[in-house]
């Protein structure tokens, strides 16, 4: 089992840029694909990023390609998404998962363990 936690979350103006944390309790994270999704008011959550295993293979959503970077380092058990350009359509609640699947996973049923959310708001 691990428990998420992500951290980095805030208010930044169009344009701007954030990055987000996400640390993973346990040893055995590397046994973990991870992914980030985000969920808007009003809207069903949807898929982001995802990392393999190793973060030697990523996946990303249309709407944030070329703008957003997922990556993972597996000795301090955390998984970054660096957010670059950002619009204020990206304003959501954004979350940290993990699953123990081999294969990236875009979905949010593939994934067993999630964060409690870090909320991220672009003004335009």
């Known amino acids: 089992q691990v428990q998420l936690v992500e951290s980095g979350g805030g208010l930044v103006q169009a344009g701007g840029s954030l990055r987000l944390s996400c640390a993973a309790s346990g040893r055995a994270f590397a046994s973990y694909a991870m992914g980030w999704f985000r969920q808007a008011p009003g809207k069903e959550r949807e898929f982001v990023a995802a990392?393999?295993?190793?973060?030697?293979?990523?996946d990303y959503a249309d709407s944030v390609k070329g703008r957003f970077t997922i990556s993972r380092g597996n000795v301090r058990n955390t998984v970054y998404l660096q957010m670059n350009s950002l619009k204020p359509e990206d304003t959501a609640v954004y979350y940290c998962?993990?699953?123990?699947?081999?294969?990236?996973?875009?979905?949010?049923?593939?994934?067993?363990?999630w964060g409690q959310g870090t909320q991220v708001t672009v003004s335009s």
């Open positions: 990392a393999s295993r190793s973060g030697g293979t990523t």
């Open positions: 998962a993990a699953t123990p699947r081999q294969i990236l996973a875009t979905r949010s049923y593939e994934y067993d363990y």
